[in-house]
Structures are given as C-alpha cells and as structure tokens.
C-alpha cells in the first residue's frame, strides 16, 4: 500500500487500523486518537485496514462500467421507493448529473440475488467488497465504543447482524463557472458509514461553520460519525454534517457503506452515557419512514429530546 503522510491527510487524523491488534500501548494510542477525531470532526481517514488494494480498485472499476451501460439497463432498477433494497436514481442539478444506486449488502446471502447483473461479475466483486469492508466497520465499531469507555464487545453481536447498505455515487464533471455541491449538506443516519471515494470532493463543516475538503488519500477510507452514534453516545460525538463537490476535471465516484443496527432496533443513549443530554430511541426503519414522509428536518434534529450543546 502507498505510504500516506500526515502532510496530505488534510489535517484529519490518520488511523492505522493494524496498530489495534498489536500491543496494548499502541492500541490505547489509537482509541485515543479515535476518540479525538470523533470528537473534533467527526471524520477520519483509517490505513492499513486489511482491505486489499485490488478489492477496492475493481469494487471502483465494475461500478464506473455500472453507471456507463445504456439508460434502459439501469432504468429497470429505478424507484421511488426509499424501502426497495435496490434502487438506482438519476438526479440533474444545475451543469452536473448524479447517478445513485443502493444495495442492501448484509446478511449478503438475502440480497445478492437482488444486485446488478451487469457488468459481468459484479456481485462476486461487489460482494467481496462488501464483505471486506463489513470486517472493517465491526473493527472499528469495538474500537469506538472502548473511546466512550464501554466494553469493545457493548452491543458487538448487535452490530454483526444488523444492516449493511451500500450507496454508490457518480458524479459527471461540472463546469468551472458553476461548481454546485453534487449533494446537500447532510448527516448519515447510520452509526458509522466507510466511504471510498474515487477523488477528492468530500467536505465537513468545522465548529465554525466554514467547509473543509477532506482529501482522498490513494488506498485509504473515510470513516464518519452517523446520527446513531450521535444518540449512542448522547450527544458525546455528533454525526457528521457533510456534503460532496463533483470534480471539474473528471466523474466523480464514491461508495458509501451505511453499518446500522437491526432494522427495527431501537438505537439509545447508552445508560453509562447519561449527562443532560437526551436523545429519543430510534431504528433504521424510522429513519426510513422520516425519508418516506417528506419532513425536511435533518433526522438527527427529530431525535433530540434537549437541544445539545455544539
């Protein structure tokens, strides 16, 4: 894997995943440092994750052979219906396209069957991809609830059968004189999402309101804080508001991989979290039904019981 340094991480915390399986000095640095990034940005660039090269680099390839087959093929998966387990979208906004296909990935077996069979062996590849990263988030999601001082296995089976989804964006070039973020400033709804992006175009608002791009660095992912992780901690880390800018140069792709609980378990604060703050318990399935109805209030916001402290 290409050596990263700090200098090009955009000031974002660097996590060496491989570090939490050594000894356990260097594991505590880590949670440490992963605790700081949940807490500063919400959003940190993980190496050394045990993804290999290959996988991410066809996952890119069959997906950009994805979005170039003719309008017809993809059309047949189109809907409305934020429930579907695959759907793809087209959205036009200002002088850029998006195109957007979902996959529910996990349990993998259920909805395999359901995936694009175009190009040739996107499942297997796809598959593989999703499983890969799956490996990564359970990781990750240990290491995080030892930074908010709970037990790396605290709702550890939980997370291993809950709800894996896959967002996959390509983004077409846009004009220089008309640079239009390819999505609204947004938060996910997911307790913790790993994102690959094909180039840069990532942003997170900072404390004061200013965007700060956040690079891609070649052979990393981009891991953000999601509102359940929000509600998880009660108010401790706060999901990350974000958003994308499409390239001028060249399409833009990204794989966002959503890791949720059980669709219908309710996600609360943790009993060993509790300070002023109150979040109202929530599932996956709500999310979905707050997408369905047409409110255009952040998620998030209709979770908050006291309005939190920024």
């Known amino acids: 894997m290409e050596e990263i340094s700090v200098e090009n991480s955009g000031d974002f915390p660097i996590i060496d995943v491989s570090l939490l399986q050594q000894n356990p000095v ?3 640095m880590v949670v440490k440092k992963i605790d700081e ?10 190496i050394n994750h045990g993804v290999d090269d290959s996988v991410i680099e066809e996952a890119l390839n069959v997906n950009r052979k994805f979005f170039e087959l003719p309008p017809e093929i993809k059309e047949e998966l189109f809907s409305d219906d934020v429930n579907k387990v695959v759907r793809f979208r087209k959205e036009e906004v200002g002088g850029y396209s998006r195109d957007f296909l979902k996959l529910y990935a996990h349990p993998l077996h259920q909805f395999l069957s359901s995936w694009p069979t175009l190009p040739l062996l996107y499942r297997k590849k796809m598959g593989l991809y999703a499983t890969e990263v799956r490996k990564l988030s359970i990781q990750l999601f240990g290491a995080i609830m030892e930074t908010l001082h709970l037990s790396e296995t605290h709702l550890k089976q939980n997370f291993e059968q809950g709800i894996q989804i896959l967002g996959i964006n390509s983004f077409s070039p846009c004009s220089r004189s008309n640079i239009t973020p390819g999505l609204s400033p947004h938060s996910d709804h997911s307790l913790i999402t790993v994102l690959l992006q094909s180039g840069p175009g990532l942003e997170v608002i900072e404390c004061g309101g200013s965007w700060k791009n956040v690079p891609r660095l070649k052979g990393s992912f981009q891991v953000l804080v999601g509102d359940h992780l929000e509600v998880l901690s009660n108010g401790l880390y706060k999901s990350v508001l974000h958003r994308a800018i499409p390239s001028c140069s060249d399409a833009r792709l990204s794989i966002a991989s959503f890791h949720s609980l059980g669709m219908d378990e309710i996600v609360e604060p943790s009993g060993e979290l509790e300070n002023e ?34």
């Open 26 to 28: 260097s594991k505590s």
């Open 277 to 310: 703050g109150r979040y109202r318990g929530s599932s996956l399935r709500d999310f979905l039904n707050h997408l369905a109805s047409g409110d255009t209030r952040p998620f998030i916001e209709t979770l908050r019981i006291t309005q939190m402290e920024s």
């Open 37 to 46: 990034a949940c807490r500063r940005y919400g959003c940190f660039h993980v």
